[in-house]
Nanobody
Framework: QLVLIESGGGLVQAGDSLRLSCAAS????????IGWFRQAPGKERTFVAF????????YYADSVKGRFTISRDNAKNTVYLQMNTLTPEDTAVYYC???????????????????WGRGTQVTVSS
């Protein structure tokens, strides 16, 4: 059972940057692909970014492309989400999760991911 713990959230101003971390424990981290999602108050959980086991494949939601960068350090069992040029629309709880299928086809569905962390709050003020 993979256990994921998010950290790095906080309150920032529009235009600022944050780096979120997703630390993993419980199994061989380097064998799993990871996704980041976010959920704003009163809205559904939506896909943000994906990274495969070797970091050779990354995928982003259109809303964050060019501003966010996902990366991983398998030696540290951690996936990162570097978020630049933040806007109030980025305000949400951010979650990381394990991709549960064998091959990645660009899925943005939360149902294709599991072992969800508890999330970290990101608030961007205008």
């Amino acid at each position: 059972q993979l256990v994921l713990i998010e950290s790095g959230g906080g309150l920032v101003q529009a235009g600022d940057s944050l780096r979120l971390s997703c630390a993993a424990s419980g199994r061989t981290f380097s064998s799993v692909a990871i996704g980041w999602f976010r959920q704003a108050p009163g809205k559904e959980r939506t896909f943000v970014a994906f990274i495969n086991r070797s970091s050779g494949l990354t995928y982003y939601a259109d809303s964050v492309k060019g501003r966010f960068t996902i990366s991983r350090d398998n030696a540290k069992n951690t996936v990162y989400l570097q978020m630049n040029t933040l806007t109030p629309e980025d305000t949400a709880v951010y979650y990381c999760a394990q991709y549960q299928r064998v091959f990645y086809s660009g899925s943005q569905k939360a149902t294709d991911f599991g072992s969800w962390g508890r999330g970290t709050q990101v608030t961007v003020s205008s």
